[in-house]
């Protein structure tokens, strides 16, 4: 897909995806996320990402979330371990409405005191519900049990005790220490020219002071495997197992993914799927996950199912990666799981909000955006011999950590 980068003298660059639609999307991306946190403030970059939209220096509340919802557009915002990210959708006339809107809430919320004590209610009680759905729950535990002693294994959430504790002086420092502008990439993909965006863009963020130098952070260790079993009161099991793995910027990263895809990815035809849920009949839920981080990365299975069925759910997950690893992928395999993927991410261009997010992305870790032919490329180009070498690596059982919800009385 074209695509032009345009950088403001402050560092903050301009993403222009041109495309013929009534319908635009936006984002601003800031490469900051919980693990950018300090100890005592887990939660702060999400409680950040809450309370922008709370107070600025010239609107309130109802004004900041009335601006594009009074035009029938949709804000949002989210916040990961690495990223925060404010994004819209909106119709064609409604772009200069929706940077400005950007600027003001990023750059110029106040934080006030009484709006600070609501918002913490509210993520607190954002926490709890969190906490009554085991399947969300048992991801954080298990990152936490992967990565810990590293900021990594946060909730990014944070807990009842330091999100009550955060304060209006710990929400300038995050800021002033994590939002570089060489780091925030302004994004939009729609019907406008580059001259026009460039004129928006710079008009509306030309005046946001330069704050640029190195984001310093601490490459996790890879701890030794652990066993958890925790007792809950909830209908029935619940796990996960897996491991650290290959980073964004690890050679392997790409046939990973691969792997990850056909194994127990999206889409019905996964592995895990056919054997766990179709054949046996064991797990309504059943999937696996690759998510490569800067400088690490997880993969990781998660299934749910009746507590007498978990043994088996176990073994059976053990018996398909080590038929992998006993019996390499053929060319015919291999060819059709790149088929899958390559089919799917293509598919997946006509969701122009997770598009325009996942290009902004890429300009942060990669200063630069493939194409899709270059993506499908590279596909392409993961071997037989390369893909057994990852599997045996990657599904090194001995590497494994698994945490294990065991219901009870």
């Given at each position: ?42 939660g702060l970059a999400h409680f950040i990402e809450h309370l922008i939209f709370k107070r600025t220096e010239k609107r ?350």
């Open positions: 897909m074209e695509y032009n980068v345009h950088t403001l003298k402050n560092g903050i660059r301009i993403l222009h995806v041109p495309v013929a639609s009534a319908i635009s999307h936006a984002c601003i991306l800031i490469n900051a996320g919980s693990r950018d946190e300090e100890d005592a403030q887990m309130n509340t109802s004004q900041i979330l009335n601006r594009l919802e009074s035009v029938g557009a949709d804000l949002n915002a989210y916040t990961t371990k690495e990223y925060t990210c404010v994004h819209a959708s909106f119709l064609h006339p409604y772009l200069d409405r929706t940077l400005e809107l950007f600027n003001d809430i990023v750059f110029h919320s106040t934080f006030p005191e009484e709006e600070m004590e609501k918002e913490k209610g509210v993520v607190l009680d954002e926490i709890a519900s969190y906490l009554d759905q085991p399947e969300e729950a048992i991801n954080d535990d298990f990152e936490d049990i992967l990565f810990r002693g590293h900021s990594f294994g946060r909730n990014i959430l944070g807990t009842p005790d330091t999100v009550s504790d955060l304060s209006k002086k710990n929400i300038q420092s995050f800021i002033k220490n994590n939002y570089k502008t060489d780091q925030i990439v302004v994004a939009v993909v729609g019907n406008y020219s580059l001259n026009k965006l460039v004129k928006i863009g710079e008009r509306h963020f030309s005046e946001v002071p330069e704050n640029t130098g190195l984001i310093n952070r601490i490459v996790p260790i890879v701890n030794p495997s652990l066993h958890e079993i925790r007792d809950k009161q909830i209908a029935q099991s619940h796990c996960m197992m897996g491991t650290q793995t290959y980073s964004l910027h690890h050679p392997h990263k790409t046939g990973l993914l691969l792997l990850n895809n056909f194994f127990g990815g999206n889409g019905m035809s996964s592995i895990l799927n056919l054997q766990l849920r179709e054949k046996y009949g064991i797990a309504y839920t059943i999937e696996s996950a690759y998510s490569p981080l800067s400088d690490t990365g997880i993969f990781a299975i998660y299934f749910g199912t009746d507590k007498e069925k978990t043994e088996k759910a176990t073994k059976l997950i053990q018996k398909e990666m080590n038929k992998l690893k006993q019996k390499p992928l053929t060319e015919v395999q291999l060819h059709k799981a790149k088929n899958k993927f390559i089919g799917q991410i293509a598919l997946g261009e006509e969701n122009r909000i997770g598009l325009i997010i996942a290009m902004a992305k890429s300009l942060l870790d990669y200063n630069q955006i493939d194409s899709l032919n270059t993506v499908f490329d590279k596909i392409r180009q993961v071997s037989v011999s390369e893909m057994s070498e990852i599997i045996n690596d990657v599904f090194d059982e001995s590497k494994w950590t698994s945490l294990l919800f065991n219901p009870v009385d």
